[in-house]
């Protein structure tokens, strides 16, 4: 199946993924920029009318740059929606994003028929995270286009199927949009997940350690020193399951090779430990950071990408 046209028209096969609390307009404006979909959760925005300031800034921007660079234009932005009962901006986010026909949106945690309808309304697509192949044929059961496959490794709410066996048994009866989520750092790891069958790779952490992000130099720095021995896969903090930097809970005070487990019927995405909170002090990060070595603007991250994706399809062609 030919990829929609919005997703088809992207400069490269990466998708920016959204980063809670991290994520703003600067950010995706870069990446889109940059020809990566950039992409932010609708959440980001605080209090929810900034959410109308920051589509808006974000589509002016872009079309701007468009009319500037007529033969060389942004990649289109995407919008996360959580669409989890404990989301109760949910209504007021979707209406934002209808205002300014937000061209794709990532819904997470739970798949809705009506969202999705919504969306094909104002001529959008609707990619949904899953984490197995029994979440994947229910989100496309309930209208989705594409499938985000989270697959071990990933930052943030993670999954623990290998990206190989994941996808590969999606593609057993889906040939739709694939963007592949896992430990993904390098050019040729974006080929890579081109190579098992996705249609885009999707890239989180590496994008945290770029100068347009919105987290802290500590966090940052954090990604730059670490390596995989450094994330940690457990519950605790949200009541689903994810990958942490180690550092960020021994700052919390808590021993991150004994973290207990939490029920999962209670999510949250601010909970606290002590004076630390989920996502702000305990961070969330994928184990594909190795290959981060410093702190630099998005647009030498994307090349740096581009590079190296070029260099690996040139080995295997002279292979």
């Given at each position: 199946m030919p990829?929609?046209?919005?997703?088809?028209?992207?400069?490269l096969p990466i998708i920016g993924s959204p980063?809670?609390?991290?994520?703003?307009?600067?950010?995706?404006?870069?990446?889109?920029?940059?020809?990566?979909?950039?992409?932010?959760?609708?959440?980001n925005a605080r209090p929810a009318s900034q959410l109308d300031e920051w589509l808006a800034e974000i589509t002016e921007t872009l079309a701007a740059y468009d009319r500037a660079n007529p033969g060389k234009p942004a990649a289109p932005f995407a919008i996360n929606q959580i669409v989890h009962k404990s989301n109760d901006r949910l209504d007021?986010?979707?209406?934002?994003?209808?205002?300014?026909?937000?061209?794709?949106?990532?819904?997470?945690?739970?798949?809705?028929?009506?969202?999705n309808q919504a969306v094909h309304a104002w001529g959008g697509v609707v990619l949904h995270d899953i984490i197995n192949n029994t979440h994947a044929h229910k989100a496309i059961d309930k209208g989705a286009d594409g499938l985000i496959p989270v697959a071990a490794g990933a930052g943030g709410h993670a999954?623990?199927?290998?990206?190989?066996?994941?996808?590969?048994?999606?593609?057993?009866?889906?040939?739709?949009?694939?963007?592949?989520?896992?430990?993904?750092?390098t050019g040729a790891g974006v080929l890579a997940a081109l190579a098992c069958g996705a249609d885009f790779a999707y890239i989180g952490s590496a994008f945290i350690a770029t100068e347009e992000a919105r987290a802290s130099d500590a966090?940052?720095?954090?990604?730059?020193?670490?390596?995989?021995?450094?994330?940690?896969?457990?519950?605790?903090?949200?009541?689903?399951?994810?990958?942490?930097?180690?550092?960020?809970?021994?700052?919390?005070?808590?021993?991150?090779?004994?973290?207990?487990?939490?029920?999962?019927?209670?999510?949250?995405f601010g909970s606290d430990y002590g004076a630390k909170k989920a996502w702000k002090d305990i961070w969330g990060c994928g184990q594909g950071i190795g290959a981060v070595k410093k702190v630099v603007p998005v647009a030498e991250l994307v090349a740096r990408l581009k590079r190296e994706?070029?260099?690996?399809?040139?080995r295997i062609c002279t292979a």
């Open positions: 990829l929609p046209p919005v997703l088809e028209s992207a400069p980063l809670f609390i991290i994520s703003n307009p600067k950010l995706v404006i870069e990446q889109c920029k940059a020809g990566v979909i950039g992409a932010m959760p609708a959440l007021h986010d979707m209406q934002m994003c209808a205002k300014y026909k937000v061209p794709i949106v990532i819904s997470s945690l739970g798949a809705r028929v009506e969202v999954g623990v199927k290998s990206p190989f066996a994941l996808v590969a048994e999606i593609r057993e009866w889906f040939d739709g949009p694939i963007a592949l989520s896992g430990a993904i750092g966090y940052k720095q954090c990604i730059v020193d670490s390596t995989s021995d450094d994330i940690v896969y457990s519950n605790l903090f949200t009541g689903v399951h994810g990958n942490y930097l180690a550092p960020s809970i021994r700052n919390a005070g808590l021993d991150p090779d004994n973290l207990g487990h939490s029920d999962p019927s209670k999510m949250s994706y070029d260099q690996a399809r040139r």
